[in-house]
């Protein structure tokens, strides 16, 4: 199955290198290109991506509101942030608005295009910088004492599979950690994102330091 990508940058030059590395790739494709935030969210609701990988700094909206916008849609799209801006700001506005990765501009091509596969895939892929500094914004947040909302209905296993995921662990890694099979935690992960509504890992992430379920 062939894998759709809107490529969203407000510099030719960078879609262009974008552009060269996907037509050189089987298995992926380029649907369309976009210069703005705009153009980004109407080209993923004409032409339904798979991927949409979205600069930070765009002319007139940004690239956090049209990931917002996309992710809020019907379309099943799946955003990829590509920025040079290494900023936590940007890191956690993106991935509250619903982005499922944020890489740096300046990663080996190969591994855009792992990441690219790994989110049309419905996984996250997040730069372990990244991860580090997400993890750090939400400990240094205060905690409230009420029982989040969204955890009510997952069994204490679910819980602790939530805390894992938080954690960084693959399902391998919550597999071993559990002694349980690599199938038994992937279905674990499973019932998770249908349970709390989440779209991916990533999502799951930020539940589970809002809940409290790790120490800062």
Do not use: C, W
């Not at 992926?28 to 600069?55: F, H, K, N, S, Y």
């Amino acid at each position: 199955m062939t894998i759709r990508v809107i490529l969203a940058d407000d510099q030719p030059l960078v879609r262009a290198g974008l552009r060269r590395l996907i037509e050189q790739t089987p298995g992926i494709d380029v649907a369309g290109e976009a210069g703005t935030g705009a153009e980004a969210v109407r080209l993923a609701r004409d032409t339904r991506p798979d991927v949409v990988i979205m600069d930070i700094r765009m002319p007139g909206m940004d690239g956090i509101e049209a990931t917002r916008l996309i992710t809020a849609g019907e379309t099943y799209a799946r955003v990829l942030v590509l920025t040079t801006f290494d900023d936590d700001d940007y890191v956690y506005g993106a991935l509250r608005a619903g982005a499922s990765g944020f890489l740096v501009k300046d990663m080996a091509l190969e591994d855009m295009l792992t990441a690219i596969r790994v989110v049309a895939a419905g996984d996250a892929m997040i730069a372990p910088a990244v991860t580090r500094r997400l993890i750090g914004q939400f400990a240094g947040q205060p905690r409230s004492d009420r029982r989040p909302k969204e955890l009510a209905g997952i069994t204490s296993r679910e819980r602790e599979v939530l805390r894992l995921v938080g954690l960084g662990m693959s399902n391998a890694e919550i597999a071993a950690a559990l002694y349980i099979a690599p199938g038994t935690a992937k279905t674990h992960v499973a019932r998770l994102l249908a349970k709390l509504g989440a779209r991916d890992r990533v999502q799951l992430v930020i539940t589970a330091y809002q809940a409290g379920l790790l120490d800062p």
